[in-house]
T-cell receptor
């Protein structure tokens, strides 16, 4: 069975400082992992996905995530936060077939001017 | 092209009533997913269609919930005898193919309120 834990419900950073959103997963199989972002009153948008081709995955808007099997982690990072990054972020794991997807509870990112 | 659309955007109903929520996937997408997102939580998987058939309905909470996709395109989520606990945002997503790496494109959701 798959599960995903987002370690922080809220993260607050200042504009221009690094962002770290933490995610740990549990999977019986080699997992497929994703990060989605949800802006207020907008639909979920894929940021990046881990496809086993490379452990460091680059996504849109300067975000990236590193798959660490030994730590069962898939943390999301960005070198410099922008005000427009303020949103809810979800770490997602899917089953071996890639159909049933499990979302984490979400991390709300606040960016201070 | 157009993204995933869901209607209605908001639905208010009374406890015990029947509701239908509609999802129009992106044209050509064979896979369709329904999720439920309660306040302050991540989306919860309900059901997945590949074509016309429900490939996995293990997330449906009970037999009051049912979903169809008769022609392999539009899908309807049906909730009978609604309860206040059914209040949530119901999200639909579609993807081009199957497999772990296919990106799901999400609609804006239907906010269901059961009074």
């Amino acid at each position: 069975a798959q599960s995903v834990t987002q370690l922080d419900s809220h993260v607050s950073v200042s504009e221009g400082t690094p962002v770290l959103l933490r995610c740990n997963y549990s999977s019986s199989y080699s997992p497929s992992l994703f990060w989605y972002v949800q802006h207020p009153n907008k639909g979920l948008q894929l940021l990046l996905k881990y496809t086993s081709a490379a452990t460091l995955v680059k996504g849109i808007n300067g975000f990236e995530a590193e798959f660490k099997k030994s730590e069962t982690s898939f943390h999301l990072t960005k070198p410099s936060a922008h005000m427009s990054d303020a949103a809810e972020y979800f770490c997602v794991v899917s089953d071996a077939g890639g159909f049933k997807t499990i979302f984490g509870a979400g991390t709300r990112l606040f960016v201070k001017a | 092209g157009a993204g995933v659309s869901q209607t209605p955007s908001n639905k208010v109903t009374e406890k015990g009533k029947y509701v239908e929520l509609r999802c129009d996937p992106i044209s050509g997408h064979t896979a369709l997913y329904w999720y439920r997102q309660s306040l302050g939580q991540g989306p919860e998987f309900l059901i997945y269609f590949q074509g016309t058939g429900a490939a996995d309905d293990s997330g449906l909470p009970n037999d009051r919930f049912f979903a169809v996709r008769p022609e392999g395109s539009v899908s309807t989520l049906k909730i009978q005898r609604t309860e206040r606990g059914d209040s949530a945002v119901y999200l639909c997503a579609s993807s081009f193919g199957t497999g772990s790496y296919n990106e799901q494109f999400f609609g804006p959701g239907t906010r269901l309120t059961v009074l």
